[in-house]
């Protein structure tokens, strides 16, 4: 990152930061610049979340170890990430219409890990998410073992979980991703 896209960026989380006080009660800006300063992998991820629509904020603070958590809080799945199928399996498998990648892979990649079902249902007390949209969400093995993965949404006032076939991909479906800092 250059000097002028990291200041641009600290600026845009500072402001959201702001905004959003709701998300993150008890937490000072200070702290979270803080930690920060020094940690130039995450302010890559934190940049990826953000140019590709994820716009991170503070969510949460782990007293034990001192990390904040951010997570995508952009009203809809990012739109940077959508048409994915699940994971690397599901994108091998599937010989036809192929997406341009999967969730599990584009996340790895990014430095983020996908929101498991508690995690999503957590963001959502946070506001109203993915009313449009869906958002791939960690898959027990179990499930997965029979080709099978979640998503979540927001319609009619509820969350919902629901399951499909991995190796699905649709234009109004992406994944949020969470990062500790």
Known sequence: MTAKERTALLQTLKTRFTAHLSRHEGIAWAD????????????????????????PDVIGHDAATGAFVFCDCAAETPSGRRSLCFDEDALEKRKENKPAGSA???????????????QYRDLQRLGEFDLKTSSWIRTPDEVRA???ALFGDRRFGRVFVYHNGAQSYYAARGFRGRRLV
């Not at 300063?37 to 716009?55: A, I, Y």
């Not at 599990?104 to 508690?118: H, Q, Y």
């Open 146 to 148: 029979l080709g099978g």
């Open 104 to 118: 599990t892979g584009v996340a790895a990649a990014m430095g983020v890990e996908l929101l498991d079902e508690a």
């Open 32 to 55: 979270v610049l803080a930690r920060l300063d020094g940690q130039p992998s995450s302010l890559r991820t934190l940049h990826e979340m953000e140019s590709t629509g994820g716009e």
